[in-house]
Each structure stands twice: as structure tokens, then as C-alpha cells.
């Protein structure tokens, strides 16, 4: 492997360490020769400022930051990527992998046997500064855990025999879980559970059932998300770039976001938000550029259809030679309350994967067929140069090349610079598989897979079915960077999820591949209301002075929370609860009517439309005016109130949701902000925001309806909110996180920004030295080891 280049960046192997702060703890480690020096300020809300004079000492000020604040989380996923929750914590728990949760067992043998330790090993063999980031991590975490008695840890690990010193493999471990959250990681069970047919089993075709499998896997509806809004010049009001990132991540487990501020003198000076357990900052600015992400439409993964031998399950044909699969056993050991008992479990895979058992579409191993599953972020060990190529990066071209490494693993690239253009980018780890090889290479009995969701199942039988090579690629068989959609523009790009198709309605994206994105089809609510948003704003229409974007327009377009399901169906589903609802409804009606077709916390009537369009939406025909590819950000709209059957069910989904509130004990025009939220430290504290399906750009999904409201986050929502713009002499940025820094209950960054979101009010994130120095809740540390 040939040594990945960092864009613009260069890490010469000494460099000085910035002059000392007034003032610092220092802390220091055994005598003799020092392998790590950092400084860690604190500003407000427990955010880390690291500054170190190498790669190693930025990983060390990192994982020693993150496990004062996550230690019980981060021990949690060590013990995950390692597969050894059942010896610790028994079979029956649960991982969460990551966003699906798993029974212990199943997590243990995944990681057991799918994760590769060797390979993983070898492709960072040649990247000595990322090999010392990730050593550094491991020594921070391992610092503070020599450096707090396991009595003083936070309460949900305190003297846990789990939480144990970090390696360096498990710093990879942690990176590999990160990278193939979108394709194996999501099919933990499926592979794990792949058997050997029986003797006497059905050798009939395939039945596929892709609905069935959609459900299952959520391949067209993946539960994350995100907003990446850039502008260039000729939409802001100074001329330069300005970004919004509104991530749509998990509140709970190590998806949560993490703020932070690396500084390397003369080589990178970044501020933003990392996942836990990655030493790098993945969304975020520094002095010229700024960048978000969101989860793209590309599929990471194929399925190859194997033909299997006559009479022996265990071997498949390819190119007309027969071929044996390959087996890997997990011994995991079990803790029971009799004891440790050991659990032995096999797992079978070709060159390019596991097998996989995914009986929900009617793949299964029978006695004619078995799927393998290739994963375009095997053993990804890309990532991390690609985002120091990003935290160097002095324009949006720059991050541009930085993606040429190929290490992002399923996310768009949204970014602005000082200069003014905007950048989208899904240069991501694709299968190099085209539309025409799919449609040549799927098994006729599997067509219905194709090209529906974009899900590629292949003929295994042939090596022209494989991905193919495009030398422009560096890692072979994923697609090559120029393959893939880009767009620079001076006025602004976005997504909310949907394909590349419309980052900018004014130059759509044709001709992407199915794998990659679907074009002239449906857009999510989210993605409309985004595009609406910026339109009303660029065209002087949304009640704000101006016609031009600057950070507090970009701030209430987000925090004003319009619905766009409410903007385009509830005046007609007010007007026919009126004529046709009968009296029963009518304060419901009214409720309806007066809503201001918002989910802020002020809005009267919010809570009643969620609970009818989650019925309602599912209704056979049930828009006045269908999909339009012509228009696809205002069609469709209204509802066909006219057509008797959908008019009957559109009322009977109006008296259930009436039901359901009443039920609950909430009246129809109760303030959404009374009735939702969460709650921390016995306080209840309430939120903004809508679910998915009702297409508000702040999205938050809370637990189901029950007495009294909506309580608590579940899944995904707004996660760490930057607004990001540039002056003539810096960066103005504003965020929050809106969970918190801290995971623990015990801490004092628990809830406090949390609190703020509540309040919709925003950190001016202290990006320069003085700004920082002027923080009146700063502290400083200098450790050494």
C-alpha cells in the first residue's frame, strides 16, 4: 500500500510547541524520557481547547478529555468491538452496533469473526502519524484511568471490572465499527445467524420480498439523517462563505457527538464535534473552511448470489471451479450466574465476505443458493487522514482533494470557505457497480431487488459480475472519486438525505448510478422544506429584512421550525373536519385551523397534526396533486378531499388522533412544548421539533405518544448544531449540542446545553486564544507522560 498523502497538510516530525498559558495544573506522568505533551483548556460547557506539538500528543489531549466526560460510554463500546459483552455482562443484554441495538451473543461473534485484526494492522502499517494519533488516544484514556480511582468513576461503570486500558487495535476497532455502521454493521444478526441448510431443505428459487426487507433493514429509510445547508457569496450578506450543520444523530450510545478544538502549531487549528472514539474532528471549521456532513443515498454494500454444489452447501461454483467457503469460529466465553460457560459459534465466508441469512427478503441459504455480502468499508483505514486533510484545508477545492483519499464512509461533504463557494460532495466508499452491469449481473429470480432501494444482488458465478477496477480509485473495486457527484457553486448547495439529484434545484444531477442515488423521484418532507426555506429566503419571502443569509437568518430558518406537511395538507384537512367532521370533531377542527403550521414550542395544535398525518400519510391516494418530477419541491400538495374513499379515511385517521390525545390527557391545542421533551435530573425540559414524517428540518423522533405527551428522545435527532461564517479578519461561529458534553448524569455538562436548545440559544464557540483566555469558566492542564 503506497502512503496516503494529507491533501494540502504536512506533518514535519518536531515541530514547537506554542508558548505556555498562564496558570496551568500540570500534571505529569514517569520520570524519564516524555512520550506525550498536551495542554487542555476548558471553556463553558466542558469544551476541550487541545494544543500539542505532534499527532500523538493531539490523540493523548483527546482520549484523556473524552473519558472525563464519556468514560462509561466509551468502556461500553470497547467492550463491544472487542466481543466480549457476554463475558462481562452476560448473553442476554444488548450492543448497540452501530445504530441497530443486538443481543450480546450475536455482537461478540460478529466482532469475533468479522472484524480483522491483521488487515486492519496492515492498512495503517504505513501511516505512522495516524498510527500515533490513535497510540496518543489510547495513552489519554489510559492516563485518566490511572489517574481516577474506579471508585470515582461515574456511576454507571464505578468499579466495573469492564473498563479496562485501551490498545491501540481497539482505537482501529473503534473505527472499523464506525465505518461499516451503514452496511455489515446493519446486518450484525443476519450474518451471524447464516446456516447450512438442512439435509432435506427446499432447493426452490428465491421469492424475494423487497418490502419486507425494507422493514426490516430500512435500506430507503436509514435511521439517521442530517441537514448540510453552504452558501457562497452571492447569497450572504458579506460576500463570504457561511455553513449550517444540523447532524440527526443518536442522544444515547458512542454516535453522540463530542465538542472540541485541536490546535497543532502551523499545520492545523480546528474546532467542531467528533464521534466517540475518533481522535479527529468530523464536522467543523478552522480559520478558512467549514464543513458538515449528512448520510447519503449511496448503498455501501452488494450481495453476490452463489451457486451452490450439488449435495455439499459448504462449496459454491465460480467461473465453472469449484470453491470451498471459508470458516471462522468464535469460542466467546458467557458469564451465567453458575459460572463462565463457553458459547462456540461458526460463521462462513468467501474472499469477499460473510454470508449472510436475510430471510425477510427471501434470501436464504438453501441447497441451490447463498449470499455473500461485500462491504465497500471493509477494513476502511482512510478515514482519519481524510478528515486531518479537511482540518488543513484552506478552501473548499482543498477539501475537495482531501476526499480523494476515499476514506468517508457514508456521508455527503457539505462545506463553505472564506472565499465564497460551496461545496457538495458524495465522494464516498461506493461499489463500482453501474447501472448496466446491475441490470446484466442480477439473477432473474432477484429482479424485483433491482433497481428498486438500489440494491444490487449479483450473480456470484462469474468474476465479470464482480466490482470492477477503475484504476482512477485507489482501493480497487469502489468507485472512483470523479465517478461520484460534486457541485461548486457561489450560491448554495444542499441535502437533507435525499440523492444528489437536487443539492441545487438550479443544476440538478442526472445520470447518478442506483447504488448512488435515484434521480426524478419523490423527495423526503425534510428535503422540501429545506429547499422552500432557502428559496423563500434568497427571494426576500420569509418575513426577515433582506434577501441574503447571515448567521442569525441562518439560525431562525432552522429554529423556526416550519412543518411542511402542515404548510402543504392541514388547511384541507381543517376545512373538510369542519364541513364533513361532525360535532364531535369540531374542536378539533379548530384547533387544526389555528395552528400555525409550526412545531415550536409556542405552537397550539402541533401535537394533534403529528398524531393524524402518521395515519393519514399511508392513505391510497391520497394527495390532490401527486408527485411532479418537474416540480418536485412543491408537489405533492394538498389533499384529495374530493375522492370519497380517501375523504372517509382522512376523517377516521382525524378521530383516532383526536382519540389518541384525548387518551393521553392532552388537549388538542396544547402547546407542543408542554407536552414534549426530556427529562434530566428531575426536571422536565422542553424541546422544539418534529418527527421525520412531518418534514421539519429540526428533527427530533420522541418515544411514543403516552400520558401526559411525548417523553424522552428515541433514535435520532439534532445533535450538534454549527452555524459557521466568515469575517474579514476570522470565523464567527455559534453551536450546540444539544445533549451535552457529558454522558453522565453526575456532571456537570450533563444537561446545560440542553437547557439552551430548550431556549433556543446558541455557544459562541471561543475559536482564538483571547477569546478563550476571556472565558470566565476556563481552566488549563498541561499533562505530560
Known amino acids: 500500500m503506497s502512503r496516503l498523502p494529507f491533501s494540502s497538510v504536512s506533518f514535519p516530525a518536531r515541530l514547537l510547541l506554542g508558548p505556555l498559558l498562564l496558570g496551568p495544573l500540570v500534571l505529569g506522568g514517569a520520570a524519564g524520557a516524555q512520550t506525550y505533551q498536551v495542554q487542555i483548556q476548558r471553556t463553558s460547557h466542558g469544551i476541550p481547547h487541545i494544543q500539542a506539538s505532534d499527532l500523538g500528543g493531539i490523540g493523548y489531549g483527546v482520549g484523556y478529555s473524552y473519558a472525563q466526560d464519556n468514560l462509561c460510554l466509551l468502556a461500553d463500546q470497547v467492550l463491544t468491538v472487542r466481543g466480549e459483552r457476554a463475558k462481562f455482562l452476560g448473553a442476554e443484554g444488548k450492543a448497540v452496533v452501530g445504530f441497530q441495538p443486538v443481543n450480546n451473543l450475536d455482537s461478540d461473534v460478529f466482532f469475533k469473526t468479522v472484524i480483522e485484526p491483521g488487515r486492519l494492522q496492515a492498512g495503517y502499517r504505513d501511516q505512522a502519524q495516524i498510527l500515533a494519533l490513535m497510540r496518543g488516544y489510547a495513552a489519554g484514556v489510559n492516563r485518566y484511568l490511572r489517574d481516577t480511582p474506579p471508585e470515582q468513576w461515574p456511576s454507571a461503570c464505578r468499579n466495573a471490572d469492564w473498563v479496562r486500558p485501551l490498545t491501540e487495535l481497539d482505537v482501529m476497532r473503534l473505527g472499523e465499527e464506525k465505518a461499516i455502521q451503514a452496511s455489515a454493521g446493519a446486518m ?36 439517521i439523517g442530517s441537514n448540510g445547508w453552504a452558501f457562497g457569496r452571492e447569497a450572504t450578506a458579506n460576500g463570504r462563505g ?21 490546535t497543532l502549531p502551523g499545520q492545523f487549528d480546528v474546532m467542531g464535534a467528533s464521534l466517540g472514539g475518533m481522535p479527529v474532528v468530523n464536522i467543523g471549521f478552522n480559520q478558512d473552511v467549514a464543513w458538515t456532513h449528512t448520510v447519503s443515498t449511496d448503498k455501501r454494500f452488494t450481495l453476490a448470489a452463489l451457486t451452490l454444489v450439488p449435495g ?22 458467557v458469564k451465567t450466574a453458575n459460572g463462565p460457560r463457553l458459547h462456540t459459534r461458526t460463521v462462513y465466508f468467501t474472499p469477499e465476505g460473510p454470508l449472510v441469512n436475510l430471510p425477510a427478503a427471501g434470501l436464504t441459504w438453501t441447497p441451490q443458493y447463498a449470499f455473500a455480502l461485500r462491504d465497500a468499508n471493509r477494513n476502511n483505514t482512510r478515514m482519519l487522514a481524510t478528515w486531518l486533510g479537511f482540518a488543513g484545508a484552506k478552501s473548499v477545492q482543498d477539501i475537495r482533494a482531501s476526499l480523494n483519499v476515499q476514506g468517508i464512509p457514508w456521508v455527503n461533504t457539505i462545506a463553505a470557505d472564506r472565499a465564497g463557494s460551496a461545496l457538495y460532495a458524495d465522494i464516498s466508499s461506493s461499489p463500482n457497480v453501474s447501472a448496466a452491469q446491475q441490470q446484466a449481473c442480477t439473477p432473474p429470480p432477484l429482479a424485483p431487488l433491482f433497481p428498486a432501494a438500489g440494491l444490487a444482488v449479483l450473480d456470484g458465478s462469474h468474476s465479470a459480475c464482480d466490482w470492477k477496477t477503475d484504476p482512477a480509485s485507489r482501493v480497487p473495486g469502489l468507485r472512483a472519486p470523479d465517478k461520484m457527484p460534486v457541485l461548486i457553486r457561489q450560491d448554495f448547495v444542499a441535502n437533507s438525505n435525499n440523492s444528489a439529484w437536487l443539492a441545487n434545484p438550479a443544476a440538478p444531477q442526472t445520470g447518478l448510478d442506483p447504488l448512488v442515488g435515484e434521480v426524478n423521484a419523490l423527495q423526503s418532507p425534510r428535503t422540501r422544506m429545506g429547499l422552500l426555506e432557502i428559496g423563500r429566503r434568497l427571494s426576500g419571502t420569509d418575513g426577515l429584512p433582506g434577501r441574503t443569509f447571515d448567521i442569525p437568518t441562518l439560525q431562525a430558518t432552522l429554529l423556526r421550525e416550519s412543518n411542511l406537511t402542515g404548510e402543504m395538507y392541514a388547511a384541507d384537512a381543517a376545512k373538510l373536519c369542519q364541513s364533513a367532521g361532525g360535532a364531535e370533531l369540531q374542536p378539533a377542527c379548530a384547533a387544526l385551523a389555528a395552528w400555525d403550521r409550526r412545531s415550536s414550542q409556542e405552537s397550539r395544535g402541533a401535537a394533534l397534526w403529528r398524531e393524524f398525518w402518521r395515519r393519514a400519510r399511508a392513505i391510497p391516494n391520497v394527495y390532490a396533486v401527486p408527485f411532479d418530477p418537474a416540480d418536485p419541491v412543491n408537489t405533492p400538495r394538498g389533499l384529495n378531499t374530493a375522492d370519497p374513499a380517501a375523504q372517509t379515511a382522512l376523517l377516521g385517521a382525524l378521530r383516532e388522533a383526536a382519540a389518541a390525545l384525548t387518551a393521553a390527557g392532552i388537549p388538542f391545542d396544547a402547546p407542543l412544548g408542554e407536552v414534549q421533551g426530556v427529562v434530566r435530573g428531575g426536571d422536565f425540559i422542553s424541546l422544539p421539533g418534529g418527527a421525520e414524517f412531518e418534514g421539519v428540518l429540526d428533527k427530533i423522533d420522541f418515544n411514543p405518544l403516552a400520558p401526559g405527551g411525548y417523553r424522552g428522545v428515541v433514535g435520532n435527532a439534532s445533535s450538534y448544531i454549527q452555524t459557521v461564517g466568515f469575517t474579514d479578519s476570522g470565523v464567527q461561529a455559534e453551536a450546540v449540542l444539544t445533549y451535552s458534553q457529558s454522558s453522565s448524569p453526575e456532571s456537570p455538562y450533563f444537561s446545560d446545553q440542553t437547557r439552551l436548545f430548550s431556549r433556543s440559544e446558541w455557544v459562541k464557540l471561543p475559536f482564538t486564544q483571547p477569546e478563550i483566555e476571556a472565558d470566565p469558566a476556563r481552566t488549563v492542564v498541561q499533562l505530560s507522560e
Open 312 to 333: 455439499d452447501p459448504l462449496s459454491y461454483v465460480k467461473d465453472g471451479q469449484q470453491r470451498r467457503l471459508q470458516r471462522r469460529t468464535a469460542v466467546i466465553e
Open 242 to 262: 457561511l455553513l449550517l450543520g444540523n447532524p440527526h444523530f443518536p442522544w444515547e450510545t458512542s454516535n453522540r457527538f463530542y465538542q472540541l478544538h485541536l
Open 188 to 223: 450484525v444478526s443476519a450474518i451471524v445467524s447464516a446456516r447450512p441448510p438442512q439435509a432435506r431443505a427446499s432447493t426452490a428459487a428465491p421469492r424475494p420480498d423487497l418490502a419486507a426487507f425494507n422493514r426490516q433493514y430500512r435500506l430507503n429509510d436509514l435511521p
